[in-house]
C-alpha cells in the first residue's frame, strides 16, 4: 500500500489551521466544567482550611457548620473509607489533615450544602484552634533549619575544586529565582456524579485524567475501573493541574459518595491561590573559572529549593533544573548539587518548564557575570561556551548532544535582528542618558524533550471509522488551549486522506483510552500524534486490503487522498468505500500505542539519554529602564525558534508568543510574597500581577528556524508548549544589561523577578559600588 507523505501532498498537516474551538472561545460558548448543566440534585462542595501555617490541632468544632443553612454533610478525615492520600508518588498529602497543620489554610473539613454560597459561609462558621509552631516558610529558613524533604543529589564530571583553587580567573555569586502563580483562567473545578454499582463518573479540569482516576479509586478504596474520568478542554492548566487538580476530585467525590448525590468543587479564586502549588522558588549559590576570552573551565553550583511540605513532584522538577543548568554550554569540569527544600508553605508542583526555567536563568547569568568581568560582549561569551557537534558535546549527566544547532540559531538571529548595530546604538544612548538606560541581550535555549520519568513515555489513542466515512478520535492528551486535538486530529485526517471536519474530536476519557500518561513534559503532540497516526494506520491498511480485493489490483497501489480512494483508473468516495469495508465484516477501529524510543535513564548513576532529543531557539530582547523608578519598557523582542516541522505555524506561533509572554511575566513582574507565618499574601488579581495585552512588546517578530527533526517524530516535528518560555530570559538579561550600563564592568545585583522594586535596588547598588 503507498500514502502520499512528501510535502507537497499533504493536506492538513503543516497547514495553519485554526484552532479547534477557536470560534467557540471568542463565543464564549466553549463548555468548561463548570458549564455543564448539573444534574438534578446537585450538591456543592467547599474546602475548609487550617487558621495556621504549622502546629498541632487542638480543637476542630464543626458543630456550627453542621447547623449552617443548606448544608447536607460536613466531611474530616474519618468518613474516608480508605486511604487518606492523595499524593502523586510518596504518600504525603493527606485529604484532610488529621493531628497536625503543615501550611496556611491546609484543608481539615469539607462542607457540602446545596449551594456553593452556603457551603463558603458554612466553612467560616468553624471554630479551629492550632498549638501553633514558627514555620519554616522561606528557602532560607530550611536551610537554616537543615529541613530536606528528600535526599540531596548531584552531577559530576571532572575535577572542578582543583580547577577554581589554581585559576587566574574566577567568580562566585548567588541568584535568587522567584517562583510563579499558574493563573489559569479556569480555576481548580470538578464534579462527581455517583453511577449504578458503586462507581463514579468525575469531570475534573486535568492534566492528568488517569492520575485523578486512581487517586479517587485510592481514596474511595474502589478499583479504578470503577471510576471514569473525562476531561473535554481545560481553561489553562500550564503544569498546575498535572497532579494537583487529584485533592479537588477527590474531595468531591468523597462528598458524592457520603451523600449519594452529585457534588461539585470549584475553589474560590483566593482559596485556588493559597491552596495550590506554584512554580518552585531556588536559590542557586555558584564558583566558577573562566579564561580571558571567557571561556569556562569549571563550574560549582548549588541550588536550593523551596518544595513545600510534602513531595508532590518536587523530585522530578529538582531534577529537570540539574539537567537544564548548563542550558546551551558546555561546563568541562562541573559539580551541579541539588538541594529539596521542606517548608510550611503550600507543597509547589509542576509548572511550564518543570523547574528547567530555572536552570537556564541560571546559566544565562552565569555568561552575563563572565561577560562583565572580561568586558567582551556578552553574545560573544555565549559563543564562546557553546556546546560543540564533535567534542565539547556531552552534557553534565553523560548525553551526548547529537543535533546542536543553538550556534546556528543564534548567529541566524544575530543577522536578521541586527544585533552588532543595534548593539552600538545601545551603548551610544547609554553614553548620552544620565536617566534611561537601554539594555540588549540575545540567549538561547535548548530544553530536553521527554519525561525524565521513563515509564510516563507512552501514549494511547482509538480511532474509529463509522459506516458513512466519519471518525471518531480520542487519545490519552488534554486538550488546555495548546492545540493538541487539532493536531492530531489534522493527522488522523491526513492518514485517511479525507476533511479535517470528517473527525470528530472527543473528550479524554479512562474508559477509552486508559493508563495515560499526563499532558505535560512538552510531550502531548509527539506521543499522542504517534498513537493516534498508528491506529488510523491500520485501519487504513484493512481499507486497503480490502479495496485491493474488491478491485482486484495489488494493494500497494491503494492510496487514499481527497476524500476518495483510489486505485489507477479506479476510484471510490471514502464513505462508500468504508460503508462496502463494513458489509464485508471488515473491523474499522484500532486502538494505537506509541512508547517513545532511545531514551534511557539511570537516576542512581546519574548516566544515559533522559531526553529523546532537544529543541532549541534564541530571542533578543531591547529594554528601556528608568533608574531613578526601576520601570522599564520591552522595546523589542526577536524570536527564532525550533520547531522542527511545524505540524500547524498557526497554533505554534501562538504558543512561542504565549510562552515568552508567561516567561516575562515570571521574570519580571510576578512576585510571590509569604509573611512571617506562612500565609500567601500575594493571592489574588488585586495583589499579584501578570502580563496584559499591555505588556506585550509592540514591535514582536516571531520567525520558524528552518530545521527539520532528525529524530522520526511525528511529521518530523518538534515540541513547542515548554521551550518559548525560555525564550524570556533573554528580557532578564537585557534588564540586567541596561544596570550595568550605569557602571560597566561590576556585577550586577539583580535577583528574579526583576520587578520595579527590584531594579531600582540594583540601580542603586551599582551606582553605589556594586555587589
Known amino acids: 500500500m503507498r500514502h502520499d507523505r512528501d510535502l507537497g501532498a499533504l493536506r492538513h498537516v503543516h497547514r495553519p489551521l485554526k484552532h479547534d474551538a477557536a470560534d467557540r472561545h471568542v463565543q464564549g460558548s466553549a463548555p468548561y466544567i463548570d458549564d455543564i448543566r448539573e444534574p438534578e440534585g446537585t450538591l456543592h462542595v467547599a474546602p475548609g482550611g487550617s487558621p495556621a501555617a504549622r502546629g498541632r490541632i487542638v480543637r476542630l468544632d464543626l458543630g456550627a457548620v453542621s447547623a449552617a443553612d443548606g448544608v447536607v454533610a460536613v466531611l474530616t478525615a474519618a468518613d474516608i473509607p480508605a486511604a487518606n492520600d492523595v499524593s502523586p508518588v510518596a504518600g504525603d498529602d493527606p485529604l484532610f489533615a488529621t493531628d497536625g497543620v503543615e501550611f496556611h489554610l491546609q484543608p481539615l473539613f469539607a462542607v457540602v450544602a446545596l449551594t456553593r454560597d452556603a457551603a463558603r459561609r458554612a466553612v ?6 492550632i498549638a501553633e509552631e514558627v514555620p519554616l516558610v522561606s528557602v532560607d529558613d530550611a536551610l537554616a533549619a537543615d529541613a530536606d524533604i528528600m535526599p540531596d543529589y548531584a552531577f559530576r564530571r571532572g575535577d572542578s575544586a582543583e580547577i577554581l583553587r ?3 580567573r574566577t567568580l562566585e555569586g548567588a541568584l535568587r529565582i522567584g517562583g510563579q502563580e499558574h493563573f489559569y483562567l479556569e480555576g481548580q473545578v470538578a464534579l462527581a456524579v455517583p453511577q449504578e454499582d458503586g462507581t463514579f463518573t468525575v469531570h475534573s479540569s486535568t492534566q492528568h485524567p488517569s492520575e485523578v482516576q486512581h487517586v479517587v479509586a485510592r481514596v474511595l478504596g474502589i478499583p479504578d475501573a470503577a471510576v471514569e474520568v473525562e476531561v473535554r478542554r481545560m481553561g489553562g492548566g500550564f503544569g498546575g493541574k498535572e497532579s494537583q487538580a487529584s485533592h479537588w476530585a477527590a474531595m468531591a467525590a468523597l462528598a458524592a459518595k457520603v451523600t449519594g448525590r452529585p457534588c461539585k468543587l470549584r475553589l474560590d479564586r483566593d482559596d485556588d491561590f493559597a491552596m495550590t502549588g506554584k512554580r518552585h522558588d531556588f536559590l542557586a549559590t555558584y564558583r566558577a573559572a573562566h579564561d580571558a576570552e571567557g571561556r569556562l573551565s569549571a563550574v560549582e553550583v548549588g541550588f536550593a529549593s523551596r518544595c513545600g511540605y510534602s513531595h508532590d513532584l518536587s523530585s522530578s522538577i529538582n531534577d529537570r533544573t540539574m539537567f537544564h543548568a548548563d542550558n546551551a554550554y558546555f561546563y568541562p569540569n562541573v559539580v551541579i548539587h541539588s538541594r529539596r527544600m521542606k517548608t510550611n508553605t503550600v507543597s509547589n508542583t509542576a509548572f511550564r518548564g518543570f523547574g528547567g526555567p530555572q536552570g537556564m536563568v541560571f546559566a544565562e547569568h552565569l555568561m552575563d557575570r563572565i561577560a562583565w568581568a572580561t568586558g567582551r560582549d556578552p553574545l560573544d561569551i555565549r559563543y564562546a561556551n557553546l556546546y560543540g557537534t564533535d567534542d565539547h558535546n556531552v552534557t553534565p549527566f553523560g548525553m551526548t548532544v547529537e543535533d546542536n544547532v543553538a550556534g546556528e540559531i543564534m548567529r541566524q538571529l544575530e543577522g536578521s535582528c541586527d544585533y552588532r548595530a543595534r548593539r552600538a546604538e545601545v551603548t551610544a544612548f547609554n553614553a548620552a542618558s544620565r536617566v534611561l538606560k537601554k539594555g540588549l541581550a540575545l540567549t538561547p535555549v535548548k530544553f530536553g524533550i521527554s519525561f525524565t520519568t521513563t515509564f510516563l ?30 493536531k492530531v486530529a489534522q493527522v488522523v485526517a491526513e492518514e485517511f486522506g479525507i476533511a479535517l471536519d470528517r473527525v470528530r474530536i472527543t473528550a479524554t476519557h479512562t474508559g477509552k483510552v486508559p493508563n495515560t500518561s499526563p499532558t505535560a513534559a512538552s510531550s502531548g503532540t509527539d506521543m499522542n500524534g504517534m498513537a493516534a497516526r498508528n491506529a488510523a494506520a491500520e485501519i487504513r491498511e484493512r481499507l486497503a486490503g480490502f479495496m485491493a480485493r474488491y478491485w482486484q489490483v495489488p494493494v500497494d497501489t491503494v ?5 476518495q480512494v483510489v486505485s489507477g483508473e479506479h476510484a471510490m468516495g471514502f464513505g462508500e468505500a468504508v460503508k462496502k469495508a463494513y458489509l464485508a465484516r471488515t473491523h474499522l477501529s484500532a486502538a494505537g500505542y506509541y512508547a517513545t524510543p ?22 533578543c530582547s531591547e529594554v528601556t529602564i528608568d533608574t531613578l523608578t526601576g520601570e522599564f519598557t520591552l522595546d523589542r523582542v526577536d524570536i527564532l525558534h525550533d520547531v522542527g516541522r511545524s505540524l500547524n505555524p498557526a497554533i505554534d506561533i501562538g504558543q512561542i508568543e504565549g510562552g515568552f509572554v508567561q516567561g516575562m511575566g515570571w521574570l519580571t513582574m510576578e512576585e510571590l510574597v509569604f509573611d512571617a507565618k506562612g500565609r500567601l499574601r500575594t493571592h489574588a488579581p488585586s495583589t499579584y500581577k501578570i502580563p496584559t495585552a499591555r505588556d506585550v512588546p509592540a514591535d514582536f517578530r516571531v520567525a520558524f528556524f528552518d530545521n527539520a527533526n532528525r529524530e522520526d517524530t511525528i511529521y518530523r516535528s518538534k ?3 515548554e521551550p518559548p518560555l525560555m525564550l524570556a530570559i533573554s528580557v532578564f538579561s537585557a534588564i540586567a544589561d541596561a544596570v550595568h550600563a550605569i557602571r560597566p564592568g561590576r556585577a550586577v545585583a539583580l535577583d528574579a523577578p526583576a520587578t520595579p522594586e527590584a531594579i531600582l535596588f540594583a540601580c542603586e547598588t551599582q551606582l553605589a559600588g556594586g555587589s
Do not use: C
Request: net charge neutral; aromatic share 14%; glycine share 14%.
Open 124 to 129: 467560616a462558621k468553624a471554630v479551629i484552634e
Open 166 to 168: 589554581n585559576a587566574d
Open 457 to 486: 513515555n507512552q501514549a494511547g489513542a482509538l480511532v474509529h471509522v463509522y459506516q458513512d466515512g466519519s471518525v471518531h478520535l480520542n487519545h490519552g492528551g488534554t486538550e488546555m488551549g495548546q492545540g493538541l486535538f487539532v
Open 559 to 563: 492510496r487514499f487522498r481527497n476524500d
Open 598 to 619: 532511545k531514551i534511557t535513564w539511570d537516576r542512581a548513576s546519574g548516566t544515559g539519554r533522559p531526553f529523546f532529543y532537544f529543541a532549541y531557539g534564541a530571542s
Open 719 to 721: 515540541a513547542v508548549g
